[in-house]
């Protein structure tokens, strides 16, 4: 089975086209950095219009790097949402589009399950498996029991992951995308235990029996920190360490949250499964603070850690077309007047 993915739900114009096989037999990703860089994060009106300038180019440059026509795909996906509504649309009327043209089925991806099972791409892991899922727009630790069979545990009660890496970027006066850009002033820093007491971050609900998380109590704390520092231009020595104090702060918060969550999930799963696993997927979990310290979080409970590759983190059409693999592998296809979601929760169960 071969399937064409299409990603636009955000600020990336991205087509791939996958094997059942799992062989990505290509994987086109425009980033729209420079777009966006003057106003410190994505503007849906000029995302929207730049998926509608790039995306036929794109889609062609899959096709061409796969060898393939249309004529060889089984199947058509693409992020119906959640996303920027306009950038959704996009990329879901020319899937439309083509599976009209060329009466292959259409599957409807959403965009957050495309992240969850990206690691079934990557490392083929059997459900069920507990999954952290932190991104720009999404923080939320669920079990994926099966294609479409997710459990909720934990959610953000305020802020996303993502956007609080970004916007405390921004406040250390890094530039766009701020998370990248922390990491790397992260590593820059000497004395790392130096920089966690200098700068003593909140860890709001640290310790706290459930799977839920809170970050803008820390975005708050980073703004604090940065107006305490001495007038004029911030030192490059300051950024570092305020960054690798954030960087140790969110990846502590991180493996509290996750301990909760796997302590429940070997009592309530571990008959269920013989290899438990920890999966994080989402465009933060490229950073390698954090996986490091999930890492030895799931060492030290006897539980696979597994990440996908870092070029499968971010938003891309891999994930979407192996959604669609997955989706039409069980039969679950879409009509072509399926509707675009700006909201589609994942979880079909609720937390409790």
Not at 57 to 81: N, P, R, W, Y
Not at 115 to 140: C, E, K, M
Not at 250 to 271: H, M, P, Q, S, W
Request: with cysteine; net charge negative; glycine share 8%.
């Amino acid at each position: 089975m071969i399937v064409l993915g299409i990603e636009t739900s955000c600020d990336e114009t991205a087509a791939s086209v996958i094997d059942s096989e799992r062989h990505i037999l290509s994987n086109i990703v425009l980033s729209q950095l420079e777009e966006h860089k003057a106003f410190g994060g994505v503007v849906p009106e000029i995302a929207a219009r730049a998926h509608l300038d790039h995306l036929d180019h794109v889609i062609e440059a899959a096709m061409q790097d796969s060898g393939l026509t249309f004529k060889d795909l089984d199947g058509i996906a693409a992020t119906c949402g959640p996303g920027l509504i306009g950038g959704v649309m996009v990329g879901m009327m020319a899937g439309k589009a083509i599976a009209a043209a060329h009466d292959l089925p259409f599957v409807a991806v959403n965009h957050l399950e495309a992240h969850a099972l990206t690691p079934r791409l990557s490392d083929n892991v059997p459900f069920p498996y507990l999954l952290l899922l932190i991104s720009g727009g999404h923080t939320q630790i669920l079990v994926a029991e099966d294609v479409g069979e997710y459990r909720l545990w934990g959610t953000t009660i305020d802020d996303a992951l993502g956007e609080c890496f970004d916007k405390s970027a921004k406040l250390m006066g890094l530039p766009y995308p701020g998370g990248p850009h922390l990491e790397k002033a992260a590593k820059t820093c000497l004395d790392p235990q130096a920089a966690q007491d200098r700068f003593s971050l909140p860890r709001p609900l640290y310790r706290k029996p459930d799977c839920d998380f809170s970050f803008s109590g820390l975005k708050t704390a980073v703004r604090r920190q940065v107006e305490q520092l001495p007038e004029g231009l911030l030192q490059k020595s300051d950024i570092a360490a305020l960054a690798c104090a954030f960087e140790n702060t969110v990846t502590d918060i991180l493996t509290d949250r996750c301990k909760n969550a796997i302590d429940r999930f070997l009592k309530e799963y571990g008959k269920k499964t013989n290899s438990p696993a920890l999966v994080v997927s989402g465009g933060v979990a490229a950073n390698q603070a954090i996986r490091a310290g999930l890492k030895n979080l799931t060492k030290q409970h006897n539980m696979s850690f597994i990440a996908p590759p870092i070029e499968l983190c971010s938003d891309n059409g891999a994930m979407v077309a192996w959604a669609g693999i997955e989706l039409l592998q069980k039969n679950m296809t879409d009509t072509l007047d399926v509707a675009a979601k700006p909201r589609w929760p994942l979880d079909r169960i609720s937390k409790n």
